[in-house]
């Protein structure tokens, strides 16, 4: 984290859990977990979409990241279940 701004654009977030732009806006507009997790570190800013370094930090090290064939899953240690 320590090479990002203390916020993240969308696209910088997208990059850092291995999603797409689109797969990630979609995923955080519906009501999930992964949502859950992230949207507490959203601000908008004007019309643009910016997420809170230190907050998506905390999440990233709440949760075990694990690859599996070659896609990045994000799995909630608590009970085991894929965001």
Do not use: C, W
Not at 29 to 37: F, P, Q, V
């Amino acid at each position: 984290m320590n090479k990002f701004d203390p916020l993240l654009s969308l696209e910088q977030l997208a990059g850092l859990l291995d999603r797409s732009t689109d797969g990630l806006r979609l995923s955080l507009s519906h009501d999930g977990e992964m949502a859950n997790k992230f949207n507490p570190a959203r601000k908008k800013i004007g019309r643009r979409v910016y997420f809170k370094s230190a907050l998506v930090a905390q999440v990233l090290d709440e949760v075990r990241i694990s690859e599996h064939r070659d896609r990045l899953f994000i799995v909630d240690p608590k009970n085991q279940t894929v965001i």
